[in-house]
């Protein structure tokens, strides 16, 4: 079966010079008409293979699963995917079985159906090389994490020309590498700092635990050094794409007076989630943050290795370019799922000390104002050779503990609600004519 997922409506498909038709047409109308993912993991635990949010992409997975032939066209998002599509890749979740499988030495989660899908990718109006750049890192993590095989990616100006494996268009290969605008911003310690969760998740995440933990220890440093305490904006980035906030005046929450912001995330599909793209997207066009604002990131993702998460730095990077703020790096924790039950355990202890030591990191840079990789410079630490405006905290556990303490957790869930974990959904094109695609 061959799919196209794609954020144009009908008129804009209508006009594009297609060479085949799809089987199912996945496109704005469906797009728009469904949530985002709230990251509950049911369509592993309760209803395996099968989102439970009973909108258009339900399926998703079960229609994946019966695709051979998968070509996307998608709005450039700072080099990521546009929200909408990025909102069908995050539901697409149920494609993927909990288990793990072990890829060119990474950890990755096993395919719920037998067979791959070829793919290709046109993403139109890429603003630069930067965001070329980006998107191949993103579509490559994509390949190995989803076991799809990519044909092709073309970088066409407008949607009009996308869905054509045509040569001028800029294919795959294109893209050179990016290199930091100058920080702008006074130097030194930020008087206002937001930090923002953009888990899907309304309580309990590890993005909660990890930036209750980045300003309890901000605020220790700055009592034990005798400066000012910096005030703390707390935020949450809604489903909806928007900025909300326990006092929040009408309108959404203020940035503009922040010199740094810290985004929480964790990551979804190689990339930020859907929502929080949304939300970069509204930001920059509204020219909601202030110049020369610092940002900075600590996301975290389930897969065992943190480096997965550099290829959505890249995206942040893209946004900053975009909203003329400043990409100060961020912080990537991989073992996401050690994150919350070992949240209260001593914070220099063997459980939480890689990620305690990397927010620490993390401080020392917002503290002084600096980037990532200045501060690194500047305190002698040792930088990330992938990415030098990174640091990585390693999982606390050995890679084979982590993954059989998961799977066994993945399978007790669903054995407590009756489950086949390894359950392959079929898709019914009759049954869905006329309903997931335009
Ligand atoms: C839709 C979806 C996509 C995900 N994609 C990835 C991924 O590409 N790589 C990864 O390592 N983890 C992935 N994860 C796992 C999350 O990053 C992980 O569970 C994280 O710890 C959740 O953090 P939170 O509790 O702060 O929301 C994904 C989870 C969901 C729900």
Redesign the pocket.
Known sequence: MHTLICDLDQRERDALDLPETPDVIVGREALEASAP?R?C?RCWTETPGRCVMRDRLQDLGALLGATDRLDIISASCFGGYSPLVKRAL??A?PYLHPNFRIVDGQMHHRLRYPQSLRQRIWLYGTRDDGERTTFLGIARANEV?LGTQVEGIWFPERARDAGRPDGALGALGVGSPVTDAPVLGAPGAPQRIALVNA???AKG????HLLADFADALGAYARLSGSPVPKIIDAHCTLRGELSAPNARKGGVDLSSCEAIVI???????AL?AHLTAWLERAAREGALASGTKLYAIC????YEAE??LSSFGILRGFCHAAGVSWCGGLAIGG??M??PFAHSPRMGGMRRARSEGIDALIAAVRMGLTVQDANERFGREACGLDPSAILARCPTPRAIYKLAAEALWRKLARANHADLDAQPSYDLGAHAGTSGS
Do not use: H, M, W
């Not at 975290?300 to 897969?303: A, C, E, F, M, T």
């Open positions: 993912c990251g993991f995050d539901r979740l994490n888990s899907p998740k995440s590890a993005t909660e929480g995330y964790p990551l979804f599909v190689d989630p975290n993702l389930g897969s997965q998460a996401g799922g994150i919350v």
